[in-house]
Structure formats: C-alpha cells, structure tokens
C-alpha cells in the first residue's frame, strides 16, 4: 500500500466534507416541496393542521441541509427562514408556469395533468428553487438541484439565469438555458434550444455571457442563441434550426431556409453522388 496516496485521498476528503452536502437529502427535499406545494389529487392535504406539520418539517430539512454545508445554526436557520419566507411568491410563478402549460399545449387537459406528468414543468419547478437559492447566495445546493432537473428531464437550466412567470417548456429534452440568460415573461421553448454563451473561458466568469429573450417570444425546436449581447425583442419568433448570434427587434420573425429536394418516379437531370 503507498501510505503517501492513502494520505493524500484521507486529507483532501476531509477537506472536501467540510461544506459539503449530502445529494439524496437535497433531493428528497426538493421532491418533498413538490408534494407539499401540488399533491396529487390522490393525497390532498385532509387538515390544515397536516398541511401546518408537512410544513415544518420541510422548514428542519433544509435548516439540516444548510447546517451539513454551513456549520454554523444561525445562518442555516436564517436562510432557510428567509427561502420560506419567498415560498408563497415562487408559488404563484410556478402556478402560473402550469397554467400557461394548459393554455398553450393541445396535447394537455388538464392542469393535475401538468403537475403529474410533464417534465417542462418539473424541470421550471426545480430551476425556481435553485435560482432562489441562488439569490440567496447559497454555495452548492443550487447546482445540485439543477443537475437533479437535468438528470431527470434532460432540460439544463443554471439557476443563475432569470426567468419570468408563465414559463412554457414543451418535450424539453436538450434545452440548455446558461447562467447569465435573461428571459421575460410568457416565453415558450421547444425541445434542443440553447440559450448559451459563444465563448466559454474562465476569465469571463461573472460577466455578462447569455442572451436576453423579450416577452412573449416563441422559440422553435433546435434553435441556438448565443452571447451577452445577443437581444430577441418582444413577441418575437425564432424557427427551428436557426443559430442566431445578434440581435433582433421585437415582433421579428426569424427562420432558417432550407432546400429541400423530393424525388419522384422521373429521371433525374443528373446523377447523385452519395459519399458515405
């Protein structure tokens, strides 16, 4: 056994726990929120006493969370009372998130439908939440909720970015959202969207690096848009497939031409060279 390595794994664990964070118990508190904010209709709250208990028991979770990161029992009370304190807000964003979900998707009927079944939702669900505690100046937590999300919906939202209310995620899967995006309210979003940076280098932390995105703006499947200086103005619509690195003005309509061909039974003018 090489006594040396064994003594450089031991102390850099060491230094590596204190501040860290289990990531199960972050986990089951978020999905416990989720159940206490939208329970299913299966298991409503029956008394506003159970509805009171579930409540402080959420409160001593995230205070032993914060506790495992922080070691230090004032702070972690004081953020987790100032996070609860922010519940009842983050709330009615996340309720109007479902609703413009039932407003805005055909394949939708109802809004216990949204809340048991759709990963857009979700994935709006825990971003809210980590960017809370992102604000809150939280180290770590946020970005293990986020990767939870990602893990689970396949939607990558830094908790940094700013999202308005009535947020719409549709299918969702590769929609990659960067930390210094800024986005206004009643957005849609469709599967293999990046809102992300064009350069990506560490000098550039903390500063401005993901587009802003207007109200009421429409973004179709596949479409990229990148850089901090990149603005899509209000109610505009960017089509599937265009890479946008510059800014539009409101009411735009922005698409990407392709060519397409389609073969019939007749010769053709000319051969086709396949290169495989």
């Known amino acids: 056994m090489n006594q040396q390595f064994m003594d450089t794994i031991f102390n850099r664990h060491q230094k590596m726990r204190s501040g860290s964070i289990d990531k199960k118990s972050a986990e089951t508190f978020v999905d416990n929120l989720f159940a206490f904010l939208f329970p299913q209709r299966s298991k409503p709250h029956e008394t506003r006493v159970e509805l009171a208990l579930q409540y402080y028991e959420l409160q ?107 947020f719409f995620i549709d299918h969702g899967t590769g929609i990659v959202i960067g930390e210094t995006a800024v986005i206004g309210r009643n957005v849609r979003i469709y599967q293999g969207v990046t809102i992300g940076a064009l350069h990506v280098s560490k000098e550039k932390a903390g500063k401005k690096r993901h587009p802003d995105i207007g109200d009421g703006v429409v973004i179709y499947s596949g479409a990229t848009i ?51």
């Open 226 to 276: 990148l850089g901090g200086e990149t603005t899509v103005g209000h109610d505009s619509i960017i089509g599937s497939n265009v890479w946008l690195t510059q800014s539009v003005a409101p009411y735009a309509v922005v698409h990407h031409k392709s060519h397409i061909v389609i073969r019939d039974k007749q010769p053709l003018p000319e051969p086709i060279n396949f290169i495989i």
């Open 60 to 166: 001593h979770a995230l205070t032993s969370l914060l506790f495992d990161l922080l070691h230090q029992a004032t702070e972690a009370m004081n953020i987790a009372c100032v996070f609860f304190g922010q519940l009842p807000e983050l709330y009615e964003s996340l309720f109007q998130d479902a609703q413009c979900v039932v407003q805005n998707d055909p394949a939708t009927e109802s809004l216990e439908e949204v809340l048991a079944a759709c990963p857009g939702f979700y994935a709006i669900f825990i971003y809210r939440i980590a960017h809370q505690f992102h604000r809150q100046r939280v180290a770590l937590l946020p970005r293990i909720l986020s990767e939870y999300a990602h893990s689970k919906t396949g939607i990558d939202i830094h908790p940094g970015a700013v999202i308005g209310a009535a």
